[in-house]
């Protein structure tokens, strides 16, 4: 068992001191190379996680008109200011907005956590609203 297996944060730690002393010869350089690809993959589950919120609270907006509020709007602008600040910080991640399978794994999430929250199931397969649109202060759907 190594130490990566035991405690992966004192691992971390010591890995940082070997890089920062510039002892490269004593990197765990596969764990390593897991975590960094480790923190892309979390990046992009964290924005899809955000995308489908927002989503699921767009389609609210649509498909429960009479339940419209300011508090819902204002929920709906924080998810979205949320999400601008962090493709602000990692701008690679827009990519994924445009990314066919991607859009739809978060559209069918929010689909499933409206239609749970809601008990509709009024909602298409396919998206129909583009990622630039969804995390437009100008879009609200009627």
Same mark, same amino acid.
């Given at each position: 068992m190594t130490a990566y297996?035991?405690? *992966? *944060?004192?691992?971390? %730690?010591? %890995?940082? *001191?070997?890089l920062r002393a510039g002892r490269l010869s004593e990197i765990d350089m596969a764990n390593i190379a897991e975590e960094i690809e480790d923190v892309g993959k979390s990046e992009?589950?964290?924005?899809?996680r955000r995308?489908?919120?927002? /989503?699921?609270?767009?389609?609210?907006?649509?498909? %429960?008109?009479a339940h419209r509020c300011s508090s819902w709007q204002r929920v709906i602008t924080e998810q979205r200011k949320a999400l601008a600040i962090k493709l602000k910080g990692? =701008?690679?991640?827009? *990519?994924?907005?445009?990314?066919?399978?991607?859009?739809a794994v978060i559209w069918a999430d929010a689909i499933a956590i409206t239609a749970?929250? /809601?008990?509709?199931?009024?909602? =298409?397969?396919?998206?129909?609203?583009?990622?630039?649109?969804?995390l437009s202060t100008e879009f609200w759907p009627s």
């Open positions: 297996d035991e405690d *992966v *944060v004192a691992w971390a %730690q010591e %890995q940082a *001191v070997l992009k589950r964290d924005l899809a995308m489908a919120a927002l /989503l699921a609270n767009l389609f609210k907006w649509k498909y %429960q008109p990692s =701008p690679s991640l827009k *990519v994924t907005l445009t990314d066919p399978d991607s859009i749970n929250e /809601l008990g509709l199931d009024c909602f =298409p397969d396919e998206s129909f609203w583009s990622g630039d649109a969804i």
